[in-house]
């Protein structure tokens, strides 16, 4: 499975970016999409997925503001990211996996990653 992330780019404190992750094809290795992001001398943390089933996981700092979704027919995860603030500053990946429901947040069980798309929100 390959995945390639695309969106990403230099914004203002409040402004609006959607990020797509096209994924090669749908199988077991894709049960759950997410996206993730890295700032400079941090972790990768995880920022939202989405389940087959349609449900969805939002870390709390992006809660309300970001929207993660799907387009099937596509084969697309998109994430909406809204009232964007300077600490979302960060390269964000696309990732998917065959992960099991209470592993949905952890990095560590995605076995596919893109590239990464760089989000710059200046203040």
């Known amino acids: 499975v390959q995945l390639q992330a695309s969106g990403g780019g230099l914004v203002q404190a409040g402004d609006s970016l959607r990020l797509s992750c096209v994924v090669s094809?749908?199988?077991?290795?894709?049960?759950?999409v997410g996206w993730f992001r890295q700032a400079p001398g941090r972790e990768r943390d995880f920022v939202a997925a989405?389940?087959?089933?349609?449900?969805?996981y939002y870390a709390d700092s992006v809660k309300d503001r970001f929207t993660i979704s799907r387009d099937s027919a596509k084969n697309t995860v998109y994430l909406q990211m809204n009232s964007l603030k300077s600490e979302d500053t960060a390269v964000y990946y696309c990732?998917?996996?065959?992960?099991?429901?209470?592993?949905?947040?952890?990095?560590?069980?995605?076995?596919?990653w893109g590239q990464g798309t760089q989000v710059t929100v200046s203040s």
């Open positions: 989405i389940r087959d089933s349609g449900r969805t």
């Open positions: 990732a998917a996996g065959s992960v099991i429901l209470s592993e949905t947040m952890s990095p560590r069980t995605y076995s596919s």
């Open positions: 094809r749908r199988t077991s290795s894709t049960r759950s």
